[in-house]
Nanobody
Framework: QVQLVESGGGLVQAGGSLRLSCAASGLTFTLYAMGWFRQAPGKEREFVAAIGWGGTTTVYADSMKGRFTISRDNAKNTVYLQMNSLKPEDTAVYYC??????????????????WGQGTQVTVSS
């Protein structure tokens, strides 16, 4: 059974930092592009960042560029999202996602194979 388990969410003040982790199991991790999406109450799920299955290419939503960094540790089957300079509008449930043999760019527009359950990030003003 494929499982994506997010952790690291919580409450942080505006301007602060947070690192999310997503531990994957039940799949050959290196064959999957990994990404992060988020969903705020009353809004559609939004792309945040992705890293290709080769691990060398990353893409970000425009509002996250320069603030968020996605990375992966294939030895640990884990993808991370380092979030800096957090803003109240970053408040959302953040979801980890996996897409088989995808590039980071393709993950923005292609269907996602697997989703995690999400972790809440709340940024206070």
């Amino acid at each position: 059974q494929v499982q994506l388990v997010e952790s690291g969410g919580g409450l942080v003040q505006a301007g602060g930092s947070l690192r999310l982790s997503c531990a994957a199991s039940g799949l050959t991790f290196t064959l999957y592009a990994m990404g992060w999406f988020r969903q705020a109450p009353g809004k559609e799920r939004e792309f945040v960042a992705a890293i290709g299955w080769g691990g060398t290419t990353t893409v970000y939503a425009d509002s996250m560029k320069g603030r968020f960094t996605i990375s992966r540790d294939n030895a640990k089957n884990t993808v991370y999202l380092q979030m800096n300079s957090l803003k109240p509008e970053d408040t959302a449930v953040y979801y980890c996602a996996a897409q088989f043999r995808s590039t980071a760019q393709a993950m923005r527009v292609s269907p996602v194979n697997y989703w995690g359950q999400g972790t809440q990030v709340t940024v206070s003003s």
